[in-house]
């Protein structure tokens, strides 16, 4: 197992894979990079290979029944697992136990702000085929999408699973109005963005963003992001309008 550094109780990403070496990887870059080395979250690797059978440390076999490919076998993923300390099932909301797979639970905003929560997660990076199934039943791992596509492995889906949960812990970003302002953070997209020069290539900043009036701003961000929401991701606009109680035809004026 590697691991780095970290404050005492801080958040820490458990990640079992056959290439401890993918990690940080970009995670180590940027906001979350300096993060991790300041201590505010920790990231561990066990390597699954030495769990392995025999001469050749073998970590997969044959799907019962027959079929392409290879899977990880149960007695392997177990032992890593074991040795991850995943702990009993009451202790999985501060510890969740979670499996990348396209046939997970879509991932989202929400989600990632609940494991930001918990003392940290243990994350099952996948190959070939996938995992025996009863690993997924004894241990009751959370299977979790980052999209309906197939990758050769899980650990880019790992990592974009733990920078979108990284950031939402409080210092990581230094700022925490971003996240409450974001994508998703009340089931909007959101709104557009502009920066200096105020004109380029014939186009302007808005005017109403250059007025200084905040509470029109803030008016018009709020529209633009409903409006792109329902332009853009009507599933997003139903399910905001459903808690809203709003008509999902509705169109919002400037």
């Known amino acids: 197992m590697t691991d780095t550094p970290r404050v005492k109780g801080a958040w820490c990403a458990r990640i079992i894979t056959l290439f401890p070496e993918a990690f940080p990887g970009t995670l180590g870059l940027s906001l979350t990079g300096k993060a991790l080395m300041e201590g505010l979250w920790a990231l561990e690797t066990i390597d699954l290979r030495p769990f392995?059978?025999?001469?050749?440390?073998?970590?997969?076999?044959?799907?019962?029944?027959?079929?392409a490919g290879m899977v990880l076998r149960a007695d392997v993923v177990g032992r890593a697992l074991d040795q991850a300390a995943i702990g009993t099932p009451l202790e999985r909301t501060k510890w969740p136990v979670i499996f990348m797979s396209p046939r997970g639970k879509p991932l989202t905003q929400e989600m990632a702000q609940r494991y930001s929560q918990a003392d940290g997660m243990t994350i099952?990076?996948?190959?070939?085929?996938?995992?025996?199934?009863?690993?997924?039943?004894?241990?009751?791992?959370?299977?979790?999408?980052?999209g309906d596509f197939v990758l050769t492995g899980g650990e880019i889906a790992a990592?974009?699973?733990?920078?979108?949960?990284?950031?939402?812990?409080?210092?990581?970003?230094?700022?925490?109005?971003?996240?409450e302002e974001e994508s998703f953070s009340d089931g909007l997209l959101e709104h557009p963005q502009y920066t200096r020069p105020t004109?380029?290539?014939?186009?302007?900043?808005?005017?109403?963003?250059?007025?200084?009036?905040?509470?029109?701003?803030?008016?018009?961000?709020?529209?633009?992001?409903?409006?792109?929401?329902?332009?853009?991701?009507?599933?997003?606009?139903?399910?905001?309008?459903?808690?809203?109680?709003?008509?999902?035809?509705?169109?919002?004026?400037?």
């Open 199 to 254: 004109t380029w290539n014939g186009r302007s900043i808005p005017e109403i963003l250059l007025s200084g009036h905040h509470a029109k701003i803030a008016t018009w961000r709020r529209t633009m992001a409903e409006r792109l929401t329902k332009e853009r991701r009507p599933d997003l606009w139903r399910a905001f309008c459903a808690k809203h109680r709003r008509d999902p035809g509705e169109d919002q004026e400037l």
């Open 52 to 67: 392995g059978e025999g001469k050749h440390r073998n970590v997969d076999d044959n799907p019962s029944g027959g079929g």
């Open 159 to 179: 990592s974009v699973l733990i920078d979108a949960t990284v950031r939402l812990i409080p210092r990581v970003l230094g700022n925490q109005a971003s996240t």
């Open 124 to 146: 099952l990076c996948g190959r070939f085929e996938g995992v025996d199934e009863r690993v997924m039943e004894h241990y009751g791992i959370e299977e979790v999408s980052i």
